[in-house]
């Protein structure tokens, strides 16, 4: 089993590289509301393909060192 601390968790999170993959995330939720504004109601299934994308990347964002599996939390 992969330990990821609490340290680990924060320095990934503080990374160049994850700060600007969560910025193309809100990049993404911004677009696909922008696409939702402008075409809700045509497509129903397009409609919620889009909604669940921007809840996916919500998801990603908000993920948290309490919902890694089997992880460690060793107060670092």
């Known amino acids: 089993m992969t330990v990821i601390t ?6 990934w999170k503080s990374n160049p590289v994850t700060k600007a993959f969560m910025e193309a995330c809100n ?4 677009d696909a509301k922008a696409e939702l504004a ?7 299934i397009q409609d919620n393909l889009i909604r669940g994308m921007i809840r996916a990347y919500y998801e990603i ?3 948290r060192m309490d919902e ?9």
Do not use: M, P
């Not at 402008?38 to 129903?44: E, F, R, V």
């Not at 890694?68 to 670092?76: I, K, P, T």
């Open 6 to 11: 609490a340290g680990d968790f924060l320095d």
């Open 38 to 44: 402008q075409s809700a109601g045509i497509n129903s």
């Open 61 to 63: 964002q908000d993920f």
């Open 68 to 76: 890694l599996e089997g992880a460690e939390v060793d107060g670092n």
């Open 27 to 30: 990049e993404r939720i911004e």
